[in-house]
């Protein structure tokens, strides 16, 4: 199983309409892309003061590194990205092999 | 469902048996501390780039917030939180209630 771990920081002024659209379009995109095995996400509840700004954090989960290699260029994953890069004010990603 | 999930990146000089060490003491507080629900982790195999210089992920699934308020100051995570401390480049921390 491979987690692909999501985090992003919003620009200022982008409110919580698009904010909620862009949570809405992530998660649209587990219909889209049958090789997503699961999908979940939150924003940060953390209180140790270490999210590095980040606010939201999406798990999404696949069944092996080559699922996650078709779902990076895939086309609907694509225009999600080009749709919310005007808002982005800083991303992370980290994939691993669960143990 | 609250997701705790955990970043690290180790110091220059860093060895292998250090983290090693690490790795399993973390994966033990899962046995000492009845309230982890789930825990996994695994070193970054992402592809983007935008790691932010983090290698390992964790992933503490705890049943409320609750049960994370209790973790962070219970004595075996302290104790963690002391050893790692001197290897540690950086660490992010973001919490989630699973969506």
């Known amino acids: 199983m491979v987690r692909h771990v999501v985090l992003f920081s919003w620009k200022d002024g982008t409110g919580p309409d698009k904010i909620r659209d862009i949570e809405q379009s992530f998660a649209g995109l587990a219909g889209k892309i049958d090789l997503i095995e699961g999908f979940e996400w939150g ?3 953390s209180v140790e003061n270490i999210a590095h700004g980040f606010t939201h954090c999406f798990l999404v989960t696949f069944k092996t590194k080559e699922d996650r290699d078709t ?7 694509r225009k999600f990205v080009e749709m919310i890069k005007p808002y982005l004010n800083d991303a992370l990603v980290i994939d691993y092999q669960a143990k």
């Open 43 to 45: 924003t940060d509840i």
């Open 71 to 77: 779902y990076l260029p895939h086309p609907e994953h």
